[in-house]
T-cell receptor
């Protein structure tokens, strides 16, 4: 009965590769988010979707492309991975109009 | 731009030793202040939302309070299982996003 799930939990890849992270929520929420948490534990919003519509697109390289096939899923595709992309990526969701966000377990991405 | 500063960066307490964590914020029109708990290797877990100065919320040994410039997370008689990083976030104005602080890493020892 996991609320927000992400796959994979760990991702180790080489520079230049393309990879995807998947997120699913079963809370019935309308809004989903992607966050990046760096080595200093700073959590920064990257994207937000509401009912499959992009509503937040922070200053993120265009190598990062989110896709929301339906309101329960939000995937993150990263092209041409760089060393600086190494971080933990969290997916989160909330009810529309509310900002209490529920987070997934995270995906630790390591680029070598 | 919204800003959140948390202090101290790290705090070590003995079991039963009460203390407070601070979250100072700068925001144009506070629309909500949020506290989260994050355990190592896990995602942040929602604890509280506060909306206006003077508001208080409690959960077990935790109590969150809010003024016009800061929020405190009071931990009464902590136990080792309260060890975690506590994150504060704000939503201001017409923003559709939360701005997080860097957290306070709390360790409670026997």
């Amino acid at each position: 009965d996991t609320a927000v799930s992400q796959t994979p939990k760990y991702l180790v890849t080489q520079m230049g590769n393309d990879k995807s992270i998947k997120c699913e929520q079963n809370l019935g929420h309308d809004t989903m988010y992607w966050y990046k948490q760096d080595s200093k534990k700073f959590l920064k919003i990257m994207f937000s979707y509401n009912n499959k519509e992009l509503i937040i697109n922070e200053t993120v390289p265009n190598r990062f492309s989110p896709k929301s096939p339906d309101k329960a899923h939000l995937n993150l595709h990263i092209n041409s991975l760089e060393l600086g992309d190494s971080a933990v990526y969290f997916c989160a969701s909330s009810q529309q109009g509310r900002y209490e966000q529920y987070f997934g377990p995270g995906t630790r991405l390591t680029v070598t | 731009e919204d800003q959140v500063t948390q202090s101290p960066e790290a705090l070590r307490l003995q079991e039963g030793e009460s203390s407070s964590l601070n979250c100072s914020y700068t925001v144009s029109g506070l629309r909500g202040l949020f506290w989260y708990r994050q355990d190592p290797g896990k995602g942040p877990e929602f604890l509280f939302t506060l909306y206006s100065a003077g508001e208080e919320k409690e959960k077990e040994r935790l109590k969150a309070t809010l003024t016009k410039k800061e929020s405190f997370l009071h931990i009464t008689a902590p136990k080792p299982e309260d060890s975690a990083t506590y994150l504060c976030a704000v939503r201001g104005g017409t923003a559709s996003k939360l701005t997080f602080g860097t957290g306070t890493r709390l360790q409670v020892t026997l």
